[in-house]
């Protein structure tokens, strides 16, 4: 069973940076990773996306400029490098993978594989 594992999460004021990491239990079946986020009552929404081999990267408009999406040389681990966070981009930020996946989209209903999602506040 895949197993994918967040950290990162935390509490930041606005302006600030945070960096959330993933990692994969098997770098096949999580060939394309990417980071989601929901806030309370909200649905839950795609915030970028990478493809291991290639890494090909696509985000959502609202963190464009702000956030990036990266990965080590192994495509085990992806991370998430979040700066200029606003309070905005407070959620749950859920790591999620799948063989592949359209960087033209971010959807959950392409990503078949979850983490337990780490919370991201940003408050003063």
């Known amino acids: 069973e895949v197993q994918l594992v967040e950290s990162g999460g935390g509490l930041v004021q606005p302006g600030g940076s945070l960096r959330l990491s993933c990692v994969g239990s098997?770098?096949?079946?999580?060939?394309?990773m990417g980071w989601f986020r929901q806030a309370p009552g909200k649905e839950r929404e795609g915030v970028a996306v990478?493809?291991?081999?290639?890494?090909?990267?696509a985000y959502a408009d609202s963190v464009k400029g702000r956030f990036t999406i990266s990965q080590d040389n192994a495509g085990n681990t992806r991370y998430l490098q979040m700066n200029n966070l606003k309070p905005e981009d407070t959620a749950m930020y859920y790591c999620?993978?799948?063989?592949?996946?359209?960087?033209?989209?971010?959807?959950?209903?392409?990503?078949?594989?979850w983490g337990q999602g780490t919370q991201v506040t940003v408050s003063a």
């Open positions: 999620a993978a799948d063989r592949w996946c359209d960087l033209r989209r971010l959807v959950p209903t392409d990503f078949a594989y």
């Open positions: 098997d770098i096949f079946t999580t060939a394309c």
């Open positions: 990478i493809k291991r081999v290639g890494g090909a990267t």
